[in-house]
């Protein structure tokens, strides 16, 4: 009642409040899907170096990371639920665009991805003492394999918006909509695989850093060292050839954008004017585009130039070649894309030096250096987000580039008091998930793995003793209780 009499006398437009909302549920939801794949592979390798080397620290490692996994993916596909509904509620003209290119992506995600993902969860979380290893390690790949394959889908899904092929449009009604003549030339549009691998390194740079982090917690509080040390090390090596992989495919990304995207790619650099000469590169300033230029910005000469076209003199397109009103929001655009870049270099800075003195034998000794990987967690999370932002932000003001404006994608139905309301509904709501999430992860975190027991084959005769426990059955006579019923080679309950 009191929010709605607020919400009354006030006036809000519409278009902006839907796209607040959908930023807030989005971002809030891409905090859980990036660990949950990249968590994925590495439980599957510490699984495949179990069966390799047979060291039960290995085991170890990988049922406690199996825990966290499953705390993230409950928190994904929760969340996740309401991103889909928005579609429906306040983007119905653009779900009506785009029905049949989402139709059959999402399809595609459901079958292929989820069913196989979830389907092997079970046997994942709930079956180290009821399958064989090997059948245990199987559902680990099966688990990872399908949380790539969902992000594949929802990625593509994400990519034709930026680069739509493979369509043709078609008048229904009043409307216009995007109907798919090639489903493969809409899977393999031109900016999706690109993506798709930015996304996927961006996943194990942030499980390297998660699992890093915990692993330089318990190593500087004395708890669980070698556990820590097993996670630590495959966490590095996972997180050191990523961070490299990101510069490397992120400069291959940039230059495809000077052919598919180039207002994004100008907003990305400031880059307001063409010129005759090399285009330099800014490593940081204040744009400012109603005068068209960076303030305090310190550039490199020719570099842009270089990254773009592997020269030092051919210039770079500016914005200056695009239509006033069809250029993205610079100045985030432009903060968003230097802030990654500068969290990246930071990533392959820290994870060489953490590489060359495990080289050494002494990263565990570096107690500075652990503490550096202990508050570091933030910023993996943070390079997702805003690695999204500017590609998001880049498009605008397209919601499809080139064929839907954003402002014509909003639902003519839905008020802006409505859509205000389910705002504040919304940021209570995930304030609480978010709290109950960091309550679970700080419980688990601090309880610590559990010791890894060997595997043995049931025992017939503990198997005829359990069955003889259920009320009203005729098998035999017991001493004691359950409890003291043990299989052979494990330690008694506490």
Known sequence: MITGEILEGMDFDVVWLARVQFALTIMFHYLFPPLTIGMGGLIVSLEGMFLRTKDRQYEEAAKFWTKIFAVNFAMGVATGVVMEFQFGTNWASYSRFVGDV??????????????????FLAVLVFGWDKVSPKMHFFSACMVALGAIFSSIWIVVANSWQQTP???????????????????????????????????????????????????????????????????????????????????FQGDVQARKLKDTQPAKLAAMEAHFHTGTNAAGLYLFGLPDQAEKTVRYGVEVPGMLSFLVHGNFHEPVGGLDKIPPGDWPPVAITFF????????GTF??????????????????????LLWIFVLSIPLPYVANEIGWVTAEAGRQPWVVYGLLRTTEGVSKAVSSHQTAGSIIMFLVLYALLFAVWLYVLNDKIHHGPEPATPHTPADTGNLAALAGLRAGTGGGTLTGTADSIQPPDRPPHP
Request: overall charge positive.
């Open 347 to 368: 990533f392959i800075l820290i994870t060489a030096v953490a590489a060359y003195y495990r080289w050494k034998g002494v990263l565990f000794e570096k107690r500075w």
């Open 165 to 247: 092929a493979g369509y043709v449009l078609q008048r229904d009604g009043d409307s216009v909509r995007a109907v798919i003549t090639d489903f493969w030339a809409m899977v393999f549009n031109p900016s999706s695989v690109h993506r798709l691998a930015h996304v996927l390194i961006g996943c194990y740079i942030l499980a390297a850093f998660f699992v890093m982090s915990i692993s330089a917690y318990y190593l500087l509080k004395g708890r669980h060292v070698e556990f820590a040390k097993k996670s630590f090390t495959s966490a590095l090596v996972l997180g050191f050839v990523m961070s490299l992989a990101a510069l």
């Open 102 to 119: 989402f139709g059959s992506a999402l399809a595609a995600e459901g079958i292929f991805a989820f069913f196989l993902e979830s389907g």
């Open 336 to 343: 968003s894309f230097h802030l990654m870049v500068a969290l």
